[in-house]
């Protein structure tokens, strides 16, 4: 890779995914002739459209493009009334998603959240918890935990206690693993992002009840001795989930496992005004400068929306932003695209997730007057 010429693989996937996807590639184009750099962007099917296309989630021809490419921009993948059709495995978001983590190592997801005070009144907050705003990053294990321990379901036959009569039941074991080498690599990223931001970071387990918490907790406090300029606290997931609602500002960064990392950081989307909002970056190599990731927005395909023009592009917006900074250490770029978004959003452009009727000097667009409205602001 040059430092001036990237390679994308952009696999939009299904629902909505296409059309926030086109946003985010109009924007990248402005970005490129304004900092006069070079993206070679390859489009492929993923999810239900690879299905339909060559009969896996996956596809070989997909998965080689982004082996050859310096990153992926993802969109969404899975559609509820065509994913029970097939079995488990074959599901894209377990054939696609979940598989593009593990072949490529991806193992820090990073969710920024962040309400932008015109979009204060859309957060379901009052304004006295909101304190000094919301800025929280959330840094999530991605490839151990629940999602990628052992799984089974199984059919139990046993005699009844009283009838002695044989029944039979289904039951579904997921399992939770995690070793202390990965929640050490983790909580490098944790603390290194925490260093570029307020210097705290709050650590999330449920230590008093689960072994993996435990030792979480235990090689985060070791760890956390490598960073004496960041403080580090501990906090139950559930209590961290209450003090999102009662108190957010309170947070920097949180460091979470991957499951709790899920939850934790849709429900801080939340406060952000809506999941359209949320973008993220799963990347691999945490000490390179520079390193290979798949960047998605946190929220689904939403097919009841689909093809509507009225889905919400910024979170597809600013995960090609994140793209920009993480895997080609293009901060200035990625800056710029962050600010177009602030400026469309404070010159009135809302989606109708963000909308809300009666508010002043806003005005209720579709995706692609959005995607418009961002690239004109560059």
Known sequence: MSSKNFKIAALAGDGIGPEVMREAIKVLRVTEKKFSFALQITEAPVGWAGIDAASKALPDATLALCKQSDSILFGSVGLPDRDPTIPKEQRPERAALLRLRKEFGLFANLRPVKLPKELASICPLRPERLGEGIDILVVRELTAGLYFGPKSTEEI??????????????????????????????????????????????????????????????????????????????????????????????????????????????????????????????????????????YEPAGGTAPDIAGKNIANPIAQVLSAALMLRYSFGMVEAAVAIESAVGKAIAAGYRTGDIFQVGEAETRKVGTREMGDAIAAAL
């Open 157 to 294: 036959v046993e005699l009844h206690e009283t009838t002695q009569q044989p029944r039979s039941y289904r039951k579904a074991v997921d399992t939770m693993v995690i070793t202390c080498g990965e929640i050490e690599r983790i909580a490098h990223v944790a603390f290194q992002a925490a260093r570029q931001r307020r210097r705290k970071v709050t650590s999330i387990d449920k230590a008093n009840i689960l072994e993996n918490g435990a030792l979480w907790r235990e090689v985060v406090t070791d760890l956390g001795k490598q960073y004496p300029d960041v403080a580090l606290e501990h906090m139950f997931v559930d209590n961290g989930a209450m003090q999102l609602v009662l108190r957010p500002s309170q947070f920097d960064v949180m460091l979470c496992e991957n499951t709790f990392g899920d939850i934790l950081s849709d429900e801080a989307a939340a406060l952000g005004g809506s999941l359209g909002m949320l973008p993220s970056a799963s990347l691999g190599k945490a000490s390179a400068e520079q390193m290979f990731g798949l």
